[in-house]
T-cell receptor, first 113, second 116 residues
């Protein structure tokens, strides 16, 4: 069966360090993968999208890698700040005509001052 | 980025009553909107895909008579939880995609439904 795993339910790191979150998937052939941020009681906010033919994408302090051989994406936040504390969700969009995204369960990141 | 507005942000209703949640795309036209449900510390689970001018497509296990979806215009989709029960209490989120601009999805703020 298809599965998306974000293998850390919670991650605590010290301010200034780099946070690395992992998203693994099985039985998918995603056309692209996305990362979202979700704060408590709020809807997800889009951060980055990476396509299957891209290895890496950057946006300010954020970096996403996509390894379709390993079926894994890594999401990095460099120089982390307490304001980065939130739940981060990865989502896959499969190849073909389907339009909906399928989400992982998220990793709750806490950046300690 | 595009803006999706969801209303209300929270609602408390009595068991047996119906509740309507609205989802509007404010600065783009959305031929397709999606409705999700999220339980605490869990992933967003797709409930249904709302198509403008046609019937919604429901995911397996989602009761279409319980969760009525109407997508009457290119900027508005509504989800009505009919005859709500306490087990329907959850966080409901809509999303829409601006197909003319990008492939990322934009989400509403979510609606916290509590059925008492």
């Amino acid at each position: 069966s298809q599965k998306i795993e974000q293998n850390s339910e919670a991650l605590n790191i010290q301010e200034g360090k780099t946070a690395t979150l992992t998203c693994n998937y099985t039985n998918y052939s995603p056309a692209y993968l996305q990362w979202y941020r979700q704060d408590p009681g709020r809807g997800p906010v889009f951060l980055l999208l990476i396509r299957e033919n891209e290895k890496e994408k950057r946006k300010e302090r954020l970096k996403v890698t996509f390894d379709t051989t390993l079926k894994q994406s890594l999401f990095h936040i460099t120089a982390s700040q307490p304001a980065d504390s939130a739940t981060y969700l990865c989502a896959l969009h499969p190849s073909g005509s389907a339009r909906q995204l399928t989400f992982g369960s998220g990793t709750q990141l806490t950046v300690l001052p | 980025g595009a803006v999706v507005s969801q209303h209300p942000s929270w609602v408390i209703c009595k068991s047996g009553t119906s509740v309507k949640i609205e989802c509007r795309s404010l600065d783009f036209q959305a031929t397709t909107m999606f409705w999700y449900r999220q339980f605490p510390k869990q992933s967003l689970m797709l409930m249904a895909t709302s198509n403008e001018g046609s019937k919604a497509t429901y995911e397996q296990g989602v009761e279409k008579d319980k969760f009525l979806i109407n997508h009457a215009s290119l900027t508005l989709s509504t989800l009505t939880v009919t005859s709500a029960h306490p087990e329907d209490s959850s966080f409901y989120i809509c999303s829409a995609r601006d197909w003319g601009a990008a492939t990322s999805a934009f989400f509403g703020q979510g609606t916290r439904l509590t059925v008492v």
